[in-house]
């Protein structure tokens, strides 16, 4: 066939900014004068950062998210390719140091709008009501200011937003149920089912993902081609770029792109006046706001903050208590994999579609608090390359050999929970970036309970992996997510924000992004990203002007407010319990 | 005794079939087609509710089916036992379903149209998208059921057999078109609708056999009995349709690929439930398995054709 049926298709987006297949943005996008203050300024529009500017804007506030990589045209920019998807990572130079130093780029960073949230896997599992209390329930790490009540009905509003696909019944934590049906499931999906059912292992099947089940208004279903985190071209799995930035610039919101904020100018009366920042051109701006957010994530917010130390804030910004860049944390990521005789294919489902969370809670018997989960985690040919060389020490032909053996592997992850300690930590380095501003330097190491906990988790998924039917199992160390450095807390002198993410030391400054965690859990933190800063936003609007006229903290918790979320999010979804 | 002549007793088999024979000849089945609507009515209920939980019920008309399924069975239910809820309830239920069913094939046509690609690309997104005929298929039942609703129950002893004519339908409709609908719905009620049926049994079997064809063929026809269906379909419809001229065919082949495609679907059903008890987790996860399973209640389709294709090669034909 020369041409196709009914003749030649359609041509995508008529020219207008396309988001995935079906989805176009169609309205001009509004534009702020930089010497009129807007009323809030957002760094970075990821996965808070779009949550953020899309529920301010609709609430009717002028609000400019800065965003430091490109505003994607997902048909134009995108390619279903691993190695043509590193534009999606924070790739600038950061250097890495401490005993177990993190790899930084692809799985721990994002650049452009929806941020991280473009290349995740869309895991979206909720924290455990433990999670809140670690520090009350195993003394260690910390507690939160709030507890998982005070969140929960912001998990229940964001997985119906995104929406989220999983079984009607999750359960670990608190049981409940997801929006969307479960994905069917891949070969890797498969090995984990017959492990854990094997040892008797409750297993979680074809969820939490925000990745499409069924249609959802402009966006179509997932197709199960692989490509979930080379960014979705489908636009089935959920990102800010395409669940609420739309929304923000329907609402009257700007994004800004290309622009990569240096520091934060203080005023005279003590609070925030703008944010100086440069163009994609290197040019330097400055823009004036009422309040500023900062939403860069653990190594960028802490980077920011530091670099914008000046006269009363001489350690950096909000940095009285010496918190700004400490207790970062990153979750163990051991990466398991397993050889089988019959064909796996792990590229056919997304990488992410299974789980069991039976380890998650502290167990005594275990010899270490806190716990992991165990994961289904499908690499295409180059990330399985990587660990082969890792696992393998595989080289040179016998590389190749194994990687022509790819369609035979089923990997697992485990994720587990790494104790927040004030060693880990960002600060400045003496190395400049491209634009002059000192890069951060990002230091990690692991401790005893790490340690323990890493060995067990990784014994369990061997044992699950065997009892799966593999023939060969090897394994390679790795973490996966950054979260952390810019804690939230009641006590001034030991963290950053207080519970509504507002910085203890400047009354119109606030952190949110996933820097503002206490404590990590085992679970992928993108909904708790997106769940803090909706929570955030209708803490805001809930103070209408206060926040940029007066220095008076209000602690009374908001109202949910159903009305701001995105159009298209009612009316859809199975009966399910929450 | 009349009544004792005319109840069936599991000693006599053959004349158990002669009097069955007979009622349906006379139009006189109304109970035993309420009985196989309501069956018919929660099978396809309960595929199209897991069907739809697939598609996460992401409209929420996607619940019309479950919900007049249920509507439908139950209704057909009680025409097994009571004549005014035959020709009241299971009548309108069945109504409403049809409508619903008309609709859905709308949606499921638009839901494939919408696709990248839409209609350039059918066989894909055929394939991929909602399954184009299953509404018209979940039709089925609410056929039978407005079938059922027109005729004569089983102790009928009225010799006209001209009671429950629905003159108020009618009487909406232009002079000759109610009567023509008047004899229509005569010739029901004494059984001699042949012709109808074989066309919605042949209809039935092409649009299932389709059904049968894409879905099998996304597992690349990995057994042999997949074939079965895509094969007999076909010959049932024709001789479905070739029994709207013969009277011969109509006593011949239609029954006898009437008979093999109820045995297909008994086939295609065990086959369809040993495919969802052998996926990983077998029976510790079997809603799951029910969900992404092969559909464990669509090879009754094909049985239900067949089922028509029966019922078609027993009834009377017009002598209009």
Known sequence: ?578 | MATEAQSLSVLHPSRDAEIISNHVREGRFQRSLSLITAGASIVSGLEVAYEHYRGSYSRRIMYTPVILSAVLGAAAAAAVFSRRAARGALRIASIVTLADAAAGFYFHVQGIRRKPGGWHLPLTNIIMGPPIFAPLLFGTAAYLGLIASYLQREESRSEVADDGRDWWLASLLPRAEERALLSEEQDIREGRFQKQVVIVAGVSAILSGFEAWYSHYKNNFRYMAQWSPVILAPLLAGAAFASIRSRWFARTALPLCSVAAIADAGVGFYYHARGVVRRPGGWKHILYNILYGPPIFAPLLIGAAGMMGIMASMLRRSNR
């Open chain 1, 1 to 578: 066939m020369k041409e196709p049926l009914f003749g030649p298709f359609r041509e995508q987006g008529n020219g207008k900014h396309t988001l995935g297949p079906m989805q176009h943005i169609d309205v001009p996008m509004r534009r702020f004068r930089e010497d009129e203050p807007v009323d809030y300024l957002i760094v970075g529009v990821g996965s808070a950062g779009g949550v953020l500017v899309q529920r301010l804007a609709r609430a009717g506030f002028k609000v400019v998210g800065l965003e430091a990589g490109p505003f994607w045209d997902t048909e134009r920019d995108w390619v279903s390719d691993e190695a043509g998807s590193h534009k999606l990572y924070w790739e600038d130079a950061r250097i890495t140091g401490g005993s177990d130093p993190l790899a930084l780029g692809a799985n721990n960073s994002g650049k452009g709008v929806g941020g991280g949230s473009v290349h995740w896997a869309a895991f979206t599992p909720r924290l455990h009501p433990s999670d809140f209390e670690v520090y009350t329930r195993d003394g260690v790490g910390a507690d939160w200011p709030i507890s998982y009540d005070e969140l929960l009905p912001y998990y229940e509003q964001l997985e119906i937003e995104m929406p989220v696909a999983g079984p009607a019944y999750f359960p670990w934590g608190r049981p409940h149920g997801y929006a969307y049906g479960p994905h069917p499931m891949g070969g890797v999906g498969n090995a984990l089912i017959r492990g854990c059912s094997k040892l008797g292992i409750p297993v979680c099947i074809g969820g939490p993902v925000a990745i499409l089940s069924g249609s959802h208004g402009d966006r179509p279903h997932c197709i199960y081609r692989g490509f979930c985190i080379q960014g979705c071209k489908v636009g089935a799995k959920a990102s800010t770029l395409i669940t609420h930035v739309p929304d923000a610039i329907k609402s009257g919101a700007e994004i800004r792109e290309l622009s990569m904020a240096s520091r934060i100018e203080m005023g005279k009366d003590g609070r925030a006046a703008g944010i100086h920042y440069f163009d994609g051109e290197g040019r330097p701006h400055f823009q004036k706001a009422k309040a500023v957010i900062v939403a860069g994530y653990a190594i960028e917010s802490p980077r920011l903050l530091l670099n914008s130390s000046c006269a009363g804030h001489e350690n950096g910004l909000a940095n009285s208590s010496d918190t700004v860049g400490r207790y970062l944390m990153a979750q163990a990521g051991n990466v398991v994999l397993g050889r089988f005789d019959e064909l796996v294919r792990m590229y056919k489902a997304p990488p992410a579609h299974a789980l069991s969370e039976e380890f998650y809670e502290t167990d005594p018997k275990r010899g270490f608090a806190r716990g992991f989960a165990i994961q289904t985690v499908a690499p295409l040919p180059i990330a399985f390359a990587k660990q082969m060389v890792a696992a393998k020490k595989a080289w040179g032909w016998g590389l190749r050999r194994e990687l022509m053996d790819y369609n035979h592997w089923a990997t697992f992850g485990v994720l587990g929970e790494i104790l927040p300690w004030p060693e880990n930590r960002v600060t400045l380095a003496d190395e400049k970036d491209q634009f002059g501003i000192p890069v951060a330097h990002v230091s990690f190491n692991l401790h005893e309970n790490d340690k323990r906990l890493i060995k067990f988790g990784k014994e369990k998924t061997f044992e699950v992996m065997y009892a799966a039917g593999a023939t060969e199992v090897v394994q390679e160390a790795r973490y996966a997510h950054l979260v952390g450095a810019c804690r939230m807390g009641a006590d001034p002198g030991t963290s950053v924000v207080d519970k509504f993410c507002r910085t203890h030391d400047v009354s119109n400054l606030f952190v949110c992004d996933g820097s503002v965690m206490p404590t990590q859990g085992s679970a992928n933190p993108g909904l708790t990203i997106q769940a803090l800063a909706a929570r955030t936003a209708d803490y805001l609007i809930s103070q209408g002007d206060a926040i940029f006229t007066s220095n008076r903290r209000d602690m009374t918790p908001p109202r949910l407010r159903r009305g701001l979320a995105p159009p298209h999010t009612w009316g859809k979804g199975v009966p399910r319990l929450t």
